[in-house]
C-alpha cells in the first residue's frame, strides 16, 4: 500500500513537472498554453458555452493570427492537455482529457494538426484484458513523446469494488492503433 502511494505521489509530481499546467480557481479550469515551433495552441473551457453543454476550445495561433479554433463537447471535469509529436509525423498533436462524473471514466481527445486544421484521431478503446479491474480515474501524461495513462486496479469483493495495490501503466501506439502495456 505504502508503495503504491509513493508511486502515485511521484507520477503525479512527474506529470506537474511535465505538463505545468495552470492551478484553477475552484470548480474552475484554467486555460493551458504550450508552443510547438512557431505556435501557440490554448486549451480552455469554451466561455460561450450554455450550461447544459459545456465545450472546450482549442485555438492554434502564430505570431500574427489565429489560424484554427475548434470547439467539442465534454462532460464531467476537464482536467488536463498536453501538445507534441505523437505521432512522430513533425506536426502536433493536442491531447484534451475530463473525468466523467458519473463512471469516473476519463476521457482522452487527440487532435492532430494537418492541413492547417485540428483533425480528430479515434484513439482505440483498452481491451479486455486491458479493462480487467479499470474503474476509471486515469492519470495521463505526455512523457518521452509517448501519451500514458495509469489507472488503479480494481478487484470485486462481494458487491463492492476494492483498490488492489496493482496499477496498470499503459502508453499508445499510434502505429498499430492500440493501447500498449509498459
Known sequence: MLRSSV???ALALLIMLAASPAVPAAGEVAPSQATFGNFVITVAPDPEST??????????????????????PYSG?????FVADL?????????????EAA?????I????????LLQPLKLAELDEQQKLGYRGDD????????????????????????ATAAQRKLHYSFDSGRWMTD
Open 7 to 9: 508511486f502515485a505521489v
Open 51 to 72: 450550461l447544459s453543454a459545456a465545450e472546450y476550445q482549442i485555438t492554434v495561433r502564430n505570431e500574427e493570427l489565429l489560424l484554427s479554433r475548434l470547439s467539442a
Open 77 to 81: 471535469v476537464l482536467s488536463k492537455s
Open 87 to 99: 505521432n512522430r509525423d513533425g506536426a502536433f498533436e493536442v491531447v484534451v482529457t475530463y473525468t
Open 109 to 116: 481527445k487527440v487532435y492532430s494538426w494537418k492541413d492547417d
Open 103 to 107: 463512471t469516473h471514466a476519463t476521457a
Open 139 to 162: 492519470e495521463v501524461a505526455v512523457m518521452d513523446g509517448k501519451l500514458i495513462r495509469l489507472f488503479q486496479v480494481y478487484e470485486l469483493q462481494g458487491n463492492e469494488w476494492a
